[in-house]
């Protein structure tokens, strides 16, 4: 089983429109979570942090926690096409004293005008 | 206030040669990660330092070296280049390895012929 997991997409929403991206993760002992978008020929740049259960909300962007299914999740409300981008779901996985942010495969959004 | 910088931002190298990727973080960040990423997947940690020392290694063959020096910055060496060893490598930032969000460079675009 992969450490963390998201699916590929693409996803494809219209303009205006709430786009769901998800991710899960293998171990438990997850303490913090990111969401990194990164644009063609880019590197990723951050745009969501969450750390307990719940939600977390940032202007378009809610963020979603739920350590005892091992998921997160992100939400973009009124989808812009600006948004088109790769979402990274990160994970910072215990090892060895230390944490390491690991990163899914990223899912593939586009929004259409 | 400078971000993450890396040098240089393209490289073309042959197999078997040698090559060394440079990274400074942002000031007054003590943490810096190495990842590897190809066309279509997310970045794969390679290395992580804080403070000098190593506190995470991915899984990748001992070909691959990495250090950072007392101002922190990092250099990323690997040897005997391989066809599949081209990608972009990314450096990253922190103020320290646990909850810390990562702040990313805008990559070397490596290409081994």
């Known amino acids: 089983q992969k450490e963390v997991e998201q699916n590929s997409g693409p996803l494809s929403v219209p303009e205006g429109a709430i786009a769901s991206l998800n991710c899960t993760y293998s171990d438990r002992g997850s303490q913090s979570f990111f969401w990194y978008r990164q644009y063609s020929g880019k590197s990723p740049e951050l745009i969501m942090s969450i750390y307990s259960n719940g939600d977390k909300e940032d202007g378009r962007f809610t963020a979603q926690l739920n350590k005892a299914s091992q998921y997160v999740s992100l939400l973009i409300r009124d989808s812009q096409p600006s948004d088109s981008a790769t979402y990274l779901c990160a994970v910072n996985l215990p090892s060895g004293g230390s944490y390491i942010p690991t990163f899914g495969r990223g899912t593939s959004l586009i929004v259409h005008p | 206030d400078a971000g993450v910088t890396q040098s240089p931002t393209h490289l073309i190298k042959t197999r078997g040669q040698h090559v060394t990727l440079r990274c400074s973080p942002i000031?007054?960040?003590?943490?810096v990660s190495w990842y590897q990423q190809v066309l279509g997947q997310g970045p794969q940690f390679i290395f992580q330092y804080y403070e000098k020392e190593e506190r995470g290694r991915g899984n990748f063959p001992d070909r691959f070296s990495a250090r950072q020096f007392p101002n922190y910055s990092s250099e990323l060496n690997v040897n005997a280049l391989l066809l599949g060893d081209s990608a972009l490598y990314l450096c990253a930032s922190s103020l320290g390895t646990r909850d810390e969000k990562l702040f990313f460079g805008s990559g070397t675009q490596l290409s081994v012929l």
């Open positions: 000031s007054g960040h003590k943490s």
